[in-house]
């Protein structure tokens, strides 16, 4: 583990914790009667690339502002090389839940209940790559 200087690590436990609230929203959305799925997408899609960010951050490795979730793959692979290829998959999933799932003119359907459960699959799955590698343990979260 790649042990960061106090303000990236603090810097980068502040994506975390905002990852944290983006998958907070997704739980409580999914407990009620009725939820909007494309906001649940949403929130898949933000907990991942806070927690792409976090992970950055972690190394000191500045980013762009920007919700591409592929290109901040990209800035990860410069760390992780391989390894980071257990996420692609499900940030090339993600990555249209940051804006067209939001906006009628493009993406024409609500995602369905299957769409909806691979976002938040993906979301968890992105979570428990970025901690492992840091050596973070699921309490800490």
Known sequence: MNVPSDPSRAL?????RKAEND???VA????????????VCFHCQQA??????G???WHGVPFARTHDLP???KQVKQIAGDDARAISEHLFLLDPCSVSVRYSQEY?????EQEVQEAVRSAYAVR???RSRLGLEERDA
Do not use: G
Not at 48 to 53: F, G, H, W
């Open 108 to 112: 024409e359907e609500e995602p369905d």
């Open 71 to 73: 290109e901040l793959l």
């Open 12 to 16: 980068a436990e502040r994506w975390f």
């Open 55 to 57: 992970f950055l951050s």
């Open 28 to 39: 409580n959305n999914l407990r009620a009667e009725r939820y909007a799925s494309d906001t």
């Open 48 to 53: 991942a690339e806070k927690y792409l960010k």
């Open 128 to 130: 428990v790559w970025v």
């Open 23 to 25: 998958l907070l929203n």
